[in-house]
Every structure is written in C-alpha cells, then in structure tokens.
C-alpha cells in the first residue's frame, strides 16, 4: 500500500510539471506561429504634421487585425483612418500609409508608436515629429 502511494504523489508531480511548463510557455510568447522573431514595426516619413506617414510590420500573427495608437505626453492616439481595419497577412506582415497628426494635435518630439495584434502580437518603435 506504501508504494502505491508513493508512485501516485511521483505521478503527480510529474503532471503538475509538466502542465505548468505548458502554461509558462505559452503565457511567455508573443511570436508569430510561422517561427519568425518577436512582431516589430518601421515607420518611413517627413515627420511633418499632417504630412504621409507609412508604417510596415513583420512576425506578426498571419490573419490577426492590428490596432496602431501613438502615445504623444502619455495621451492615446489611434493612428489610421476611422473604420479601417489593417489585417496582416499570411507571412505575418502588414502595411498602413496615414497621416502625421494634424499640427493642432501633433506636439513635436519623438514618441512611441504601439501596434497592438488582436491575437496577442505586440510591437513599438519611435516616431519624430517636427515643429511646423
């Protein structure tokens, strides 16, 4: 009865192991599942307010709709245009042409630009904004 006993507690550890190491990995990744390195965004532009402004994606979650917001003095932009969703496609890229913000809201500096995926993808890069 002693080693039943015994190889139930060991069989248990061994589960609880195992499932924990299951969680931790997938609570831990925010990779595509195409194997590529973690999502990361890339904006080109003059910087000026209200000019084009074109961002570009990779290692993002194929199919996933990405959301863009730019933090400018801790205040939430969402950057693109009303209504329109960016979808990433099968490779696990994406790319948006918007506009700077106007020069009523556009405060000159450099600010974090977030693109945040609707299956967990996440990624941030910098965006300059001039002085008019």
Not at 31 to 56: C, F, H, N, W, Y
Not at 75 to 80: D, F, L, N, Y
Request: net charge positive; glycine share 10%.
């Amino acid at each position: 009865m002693r080693i039943a006993k015994h190889h139930q507690i060991k069989f248990l550890v061994i589960a609880c192991s195992i499932v924990f190491a299951i969680a931790l990995f997938a609570c831990s990744t925010t990779r595509s599942t195409m194997g590529k390195d973690e999502a990361s965004i890339s904006v080109t532009g003059s910087g000026i307010p209200g000019k084009k402004l074109e961002i570009e994606g990779e290692g993002f979650i194929p199919g996933e709709s990405i959301e863009l917001v730019l933090e400018m003095e801790a205040v939430p932009i969402i950057v693109g245009k009303k209504g329109r969703i960016i979808k990433v496609n099968e490779m696990g890229a994406f790319k948006a042409v918007t506009n700077y913000p106007n020069k009523y809201v556009a405060i000159p500096g450099s600010w974090d630009l977030i693109a945040t995926g609707s299956k967990g993808s996440k990624a941030m890069c910098k965006v300059v904004i001039k002085s008019l």
